[in-house]
């Protein structure tokens, strides 16, 4: 049985190496976070994400999947996954590349003769390569970037839907073959490309992602001109499978720990390589994707008054998309944050990212309970679109709030329904 290392249990690697474990491999985890690493032994996770506790649980007690500190621990292991962080630095917009340099040096350290150094990092095209150059001869280097979505982590690393692998002989192809093994009996896509190819397939596809919400964003803001409505244009756009009707829809744009930072990285990295004309457009990505958190901010005052001091405003959702308790560049919370500034008395409700988002923005009040959260307000904005606002019964919520206005920064609500109870109801892109 091959015996694998996953460097970094953040989401990516925690979530690689359970489900790793899960396909048949042996794995040990490795963080240089004591705390963190302590939890996992227990099958603890410091993060919310569905159907992941029950499987590192299950794996920790199979005694398949052990975690540690100390890198000694992983000279046995014949390929090794760095999965960790690649933050936007704090002076530019370039990816932070020390996690990814000094977790490459550490392995390298340790690892036995004819062992594969895998990154699975978000990197700027270029890094493996550089990266390969520092290894001793020994060792090997392969680029393996990885597409799950928070939310759905496992249900992606189980069931990908293709593997894209950068290499630079068949002999580290065959030990991903080996190591992939039950997923390539699913028949799933499995791409060979070299280094800076695999590397550039994970920031293009986060690009193509970005600038899809970005474009319905953009349309969202010419029906508001014209008097459309950009939910039934998704609709009918999305019906032509060239275009597909996902990540069509319209709302405060895209947030998270990948896309913002993606994007802004690939352009820094494009502006290196003397390419920078052909990412221009990002920049228009990004502007497009701010723009929608000002637009509502715009819409509370048009609503209310210019001065929002005397008004309380309900904000349900705080994580950068349901099913999450990740709050990393959420657009819901920075729109509750800025409203905050502006003066009004805001709560804000999220079934699962509370704390993450009182860490962040501690001076911000959270309530447990909707009905808490929206007692008396004069407003109510909707801005994670989870299953249990969707569930909402407007007529209850009318007895609780002072003025029964809101808007739907999601698209998610039911509109007809919210209006037959005697709301006023707004929503981005729709007149
Ligand atoms: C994204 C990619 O979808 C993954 O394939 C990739 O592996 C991951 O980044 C990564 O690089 O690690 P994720 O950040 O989990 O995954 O979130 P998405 O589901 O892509 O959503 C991103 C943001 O776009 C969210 O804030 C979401 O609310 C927003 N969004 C999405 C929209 O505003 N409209 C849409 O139609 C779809």
Known sequence: MLKISVIGTGYLGATHAACMAELGL????VDTDAKKIEALAHGELPFYEPELPELLQKQVRAGKLKFTTDFNEISDCDVHFICVGT??????????LSYVNSAFAAVAKV??????????????????EA???TLPANLELAWNPEFLREGFAVEDTLRPNRLVIGVTSDRAENLLKEVYAENLKDQVPWVRADLPTAELVKVAANS???TKISFINAMAEVCEAAGGDVTVLAKAIGYDPRIGNRFLQAGIGFGGGCLPKDIRAFMARAEELGASPALEFLREIDSINLRARQRVIDLVRSELALDLKSFRIAVLGAAFKPDSDDVRDSPA????????????????????AIEPARKRFPNLQFATEIEECVKGADLILHLTEWKVYRELDPIRIKELVKQAKILDGRNALDRDKWRNAGWQFHALGRA
């Open 131 to 133: 990266l390969a150059k």
């Open 87 to 96: 933050p936007q630095s704090k002076d530019g917009l370039a990816a932070d």
């Open 333 to 352: 919370l920075d729109i509750a944050a800025q409203i905050h500034a502006a003066g009004a008395d805001v709560v804000v409700h999220d079934p699962k």
């Open 26 to 29: 042996e794995v040990v985890g």
């Open 208 to 210: 193509f992602l970005a």
């Open 111 to 128: 690892a036995k003769n004819g062992s594969l150094l895998v990154g699975k990092s978000t990197v700027p095209v270029g890094t493996a």
